[in-house]
């Protein structure tokens, strides 16, 4: 028994990417936009803060090695990253532990996206402050409840279609990863695996777009790539 596999288009293109030197950077510009574009354009471009960066900003991922040291230039998505990762790992090992840790990082991604949209509105409203600390912890529900219709001018999240359902279902799984770890053994079919690798499409990244479009923001394509991605069904196999 095994299941059938789906690539990552996007983990793909950046194994494939490498780009080392300024005259590689200026090569794949060129031959990005048929020779429209330049990399003096993009850098001019690129010093307006504010500004996207185009062609590369979808590609360059959350984390950067400079001079020796890591750069995360986004926690959520980094979170994410490493959660799509597993589940490559999961399809390839038929894992359900690996399976555990997607979604652990998945809902740990979602949270830390609800975050870096309470720095932005803390940053703006400092008489309005939105704190989760050690001395005045805020749950998540409560956050999705009450921080996002604050911070998006009375827009709710959706409760009533699936993403939010399937979310539930899978923060129950990642609950239960302490409870696996006391027992001496246990199992767990390669259906139930195909089934948690196919709600973290809606539960998790699904959500996550949800999150994005109240906020009107950019959603990184590793997500988008994830929400469309086909079912993962378990194949028969002769021995």
């Known amino acids: 028994m095994t299941m059938a596999k789906r690539s990552n288009h996007h983990l793909e293109l950046l194994h494939k990417l490498s780009l080392k030197t300024d005259t590689d950077v200026a090569e794949f510009i060129r031959s990005f936009t048929g020779g429209n574009g330049t990399l003096e354009a993009m850098v001019s ?13 979808n590609l360059l991922g959350s984390r950067l090695v400079m001079g020796g040291r890591e750069i995360v230039t986004s926690a959520y998505r980094l979170l994410y990253e490493k959660a799509s990762e597993n589940l ?4 390839d090992s038929v894992s359900f532990g690996d399976v555990q840790i997607a979604i652990t990082s998945g809902i740990s991604s ?48 959706d409760k009533s279609r699936q993403n939010w359902t399937h979310f539930k279902i899978l923060r129950g799984i990642r609950d239960k990863v302490m409870i696996h770890a006391k027992d001496p053994s246990y199992e767990r079919s390669a259906q ?22 109240l906020f009107d923001e950019k959603i990184p394509s590793m997500i988008i790539y994830d929400s469309f991605a086909p079912d993962v069904e378990v194949v028969e196999t002769g021995l």
């Open 45 to 57: 471009h690129c010093r307006d803060y504010t500004q996207h960066v185009p062609i590369f900003e």
């Open 88 to 91: 490559i790992r999961a399809l």
């Open 110 to 157: 979602i949270d830390a996206y609800v975050s870096h949209r309470a720095d932005k509105w803390n940053a703006v409203n400092p008489d309005e402050l939105l704190i989760d600390s050690r001395d005045h912890k805020v749950s998540f529900d409560d956050k999705i409840d009450s921080w996002l219709p604050k911070m998006t001018g009375g827009l709710e999240l």
């Open 192 to 213: 139930e695996i195909a089934e948690a690798i196919n709600m973290f499409r809606t539960g998790i990244a699904g959500l996550l777009i949800q999150l994005h479009d």
